[in-house]
Nanobody
Framework: QVQLVESGGGLVQAGGSLRLSCAAS????????MGWFRQAPGKEREFVAA????????YYADSVKGRFIVSRDNAEKTLYLQMNTLQPEDTAVYYC?????????????????WGQGTQVTVSS
């Protein structure tokens, strides 16, 4: 069993930065891909970023490309999302997820374990 706990969310002004963390517990982490998704009020959950098992391959939604950076520390069993130049449209609950595969996925259905989410609010 894997448990994922996100942290680092909060309130930030437009143009600011936040760094989200996702701590994993359980035996497995380093061998599996990880991803970040978000869900804004009244909208469906959407893909944000993902990384393969090593962190060597990363994937981004077009809306965050060039502003967000996904990374992982397998020794610490932690996934990160550095979010820069935040905009009000980035306001959402952010979720991390684990996929029982070496390669990252872009679809919600490809992931097997989910965290509870952390709120990110960007004020204009």
């Amino acid at each position: 069993q894997v448990q994922l706990v996100e942290s680092g969310g909060g309130l930030v002004q437009a143009g600011g930065s936040l760094r989200l963390s996702c701590a994993a517990s359980g035996r497995t982490f380093s061998g599996y891909a990880m991803g970040w998704f978000r869900q804004a009020p009244g909208k469906e959950r959407e893909f944000v970023a993902a990384t393969n098992w090593s962190g060597g391959n990363t994937y981004y939604a077009d809306s965050v490309k060039g502003r967000f950076i996904v990374s992982r520390d397998n020794a610490e069993k932690t996934l990160y999302l550095q979010m820069n130049t935040l905009q009000p449209e980035d306001t959402a609950v952010y979720y991390c997820a684990l996929r029982r595969s070496y390669s990252g996925g872009l679809r919600e259905s490809e992931y097997d374990y989910w965290g509870q989410g952390t709120q990110v609010t960007v004020s204009s």
